[in-house]
């Protein structure tokens, strides 16, 4: 799988907007880009994912550049309960197509 | 149902015993998968299975064994473990087999503490 590039850390404020880069330069033309979440002491969760057009879900929203070289995790608000290490990874579509999860980024909420 | 059901929920073993870990799922996902998650690391693939059928393993030691019986249940069968293999081992389970469109279902995890 192509590989992402996340910043190691980010602080956000409470109920304020995050936006959480990913860059993914040797992205392939069929790679879907995912995002999924570790809360502390839980198993990762879902968030979104996306091809192309920018995706939005009741979590979050993921906007793609055109280009595809990289990706935006949008939390619209965020809350205490976001904090969590956010996985920025590719996936290519094949039949036997892995989660291979990078060293994400750590988001910090400040009350 | 919406979860995947990890059990249990911490387990202790010496280096000599023999265990299972249980991983179960009532969403009609056809894939399923055991992760292994070292302290402050990223969760690591040890194997999938899809439809039932052992489709990766990602060159994991003997004494990790896992088991489909069925569509719904994934078994890990652990023996003669290291201290090292202490770790939180994490079930999840997607759609019609490991593809890129669907996401994954995780559970909360088995944290194991090998003595």
């Known amino acids: 799988d192509a590989k992402t590039t996340q910043p190691n850390s980010m602080e956000s404020n409470e109920e304020e907007p995050v936006h959480l880069p990913c860059n993914h330069s040797?992205?392939?033309?069929?790679?879907?880009i995912h995002w999924y979440r570790q809360l502390p002491s839980q198993g990762p969760e879902y968030v979104i994912h996306?091809?192309?057009s920018n995706v939005n879900n009741r979590m979050a929203s993921l906007a793609i550049a055109e280009d595809r070289k990289s990706s935006t995790l949008i939390l619209h608000r965020a809350t205490l309960r976001d904090a969590a290490v956010y996985y920025c990874?590719?996936?290519?579509?094949?039949?036997?197509?892995?989660?291979?999860f990078g060293k994400g980024i750590t988001l910090s909420v400040r009350p | 149902d919406t979860e995947v059901t990890q059990t249990p929920k911490h387990l202790v073993m010496g280096m000599t015993n023999k265990k299972s870990l249980k991983c179960e799922q009532h969403?009609?996902?056809?894939?399923m998968y055991w992760y292994k998650q070292k302290a402050k690391k990223p969760p690591e693939l040890m194997f999938v299975?899809?439809?039932?059928?052992?489709?990766i393993n990602e060159s994991v030691p003997s004494r990790f064994s896992p088991e489909c019986p069925n569509s719904s249940l994934l078994n890990l069968h652990l023996h003669a473990l290291q201290p090292e293999d202490s770790a939180l081992y994490l079930c999840?389970?997607?759609?019609?087999?490991?593809?890129?469109?669907?996401?994954?279902?995780f559970g909360s995890g088995t944290r194991l503490t090998v003595v």
């Open positions: 999840a389970s997607s759609q019609e087999g490991p593809s890129a469109v669907y996401g994954y279902t």
């Open positions: 040797t992205i392939s033309g069929t790679d879907y």
């Open positions: 996306g091809l192309t």
């Open positions: 990874i590719l996936r290519d579509p094949g039949a036997n197509s892995k989660l291979t």
């Open positions: 969403m009609g996902h056809r894939a």
């Open positions: 299975y899809s439809y039932e059928k052992l489709s």
